[in-house]
C-alpha cells in the first residue's frame, strides 16, 4: 500500500510543484496550473512506469528517473515557497524556490554517489575465530550503471572481507546483462545473496543465472556451513508469514552463529523465534529521498541501521546504491563491514 501511495504522490510531486514554480516565476494564477498537474499526472504516471516495464532503451529510462527525482527534491520547497506568498511576491518566491531546488538536487546527486562505510562488531562465545563480513545490499544495478558496480567493488575489496553478502536487489531490469555484473568477479573473497523483490520482477531464472555466472552464490531458502558461522539465506516474501516454517524447512542450528540474509527487516521476529544471531536486510532505502523515509517507516519501524534484543542483531542498510533517480536527500548510500568476534565467557 505504501509502495503505490508513494509512487502516487511521486508522480504528483513531479508535475504539480514545477508547474506551481513557473506560475510564480512568470506571475500567473496558480489554481489553473494546479489542475492542469492533475491532468498530466496519468500522463506522467504511463510515461514514466512505461520506462520500467517495456523494452525502452536505458537512456530514456535514465531521463524519466532524473524527471521524477527532480519533481521530489523540488515538492517540499514549493510546499514551504507556498507559505511566504502570503507575505512576499510570487516571482521573489520563486526565484528563491528555484535557487534552493537547484542547490539540493546537485546536493542530492552527490550523496547518490558517494559510498559511505558503516563499521560495527558483534561479539559471540559461538565463534572459534573472528571473521569479517561485508554487506552490500540494493545496488539496483539497472537503475546504477556497470562503472557503480565497478566502483563498489573497488571499495568493497579495500575493507579486505573474508565474506561478502548481499541482501538483494542487486538489479532492477530485465535488460540487465551478465556482462553488466562482470565486475562481480573481482571481489577477493566468497559471495553469498537472497533475492530481493526486484530480483522476483523481472525474469528471475535469467537474472540467478547471470548473477550465478559471476561467481556468486544465491542462497534460496537454504543454507550454508562456513567455518565459524553458518549463513541462511531466504528468498523474498511479500509478506513475512511463511518465514517461521520456512526457517523450520531450513533448520536453524542454535549451537552455530547464524547469520540471516533476508531483504526484508520484518523477517526479525521470525529470526528472533529461531534465536538467529544477526539478521542482515535492506529494502528500505531509508525512503532514499525526504520525505519519503515518514512513509516507510510506517511500513518498516525498523527503517534503517542497527537493533538489539536480548543476544540477536538485526542490522538494516539503507542500500549500497539507489533505485530509480539518481538521487539520495537526506539518506546515504552505504556498505557495511561488520567484524564478528570471538567472546570468551
Known sequence: MFYLFGNTTAFLALCAPLLTLLAWLMELRVWPMLLLALCLTPVVFTVIMSSLTKSHNMLYRWICMQALGLGTVLMPLVAAGALFTFTTSNKTVGVVVLLLWLILSAIACWQAHRINIKQFDIHSPKLKQSVRLLQLSDIHVGSRSKAFLTRVVDIANMQKPEIVV?????????????????????????????????????????????????????????????????????????????????????????????????????????????????????????????????LVKRQYPNMAGLFTKNKNTLFVSTGTGTWGPIFRLGTRCEMTVIDLKVKNN
Open 166 to 294: 548481499i541482501t538483494g536487489d542487486l538489479l532492477d531490469s530485465s535488460t540487465v546483462s551478465a556482462n553488466d555484473l562482470q565486475p562481480l568477479k573481482e571481489i577477493n573473497c566468497p559471495v553469498y545473496m537472497c533475492i530481493g523483490n526486484h530480483e522476483r520482477y523481472v525474469r528471475l531464472d535469467t537474472a540467478i543465472e547471470a548473477i550465478s555466472s559471476m561467481g556468486v552464490n544465491v542462497l534460496r531458502d537454504e543454507k550454508i556451513r562456513l567455518d565459524p558461522i553458518t549463513i541462511i539465506g531466504v528468498d523474498d516474501r511479500d509478506k513475512p508469514d511463511v518465514l517461521p516454517t520456512v526457517l523450520a524447512n531450513i533448520g536453524v542450528n542454535d549451537s552455530q552463529f547464524n547469520v540471516l540474509l533476508y531483504h526484508r527487516p520484518d523477517g526479525w521476529d521470525a529470526a528472533l523465534e529461531h534465536n538467529i544471531d544477526i539478521t542482515l536486510a535492506g529494502h528500505t532505502h531509508a525512503g532514499q529521498m525526504w520525505p519519503f523515509g515518514y
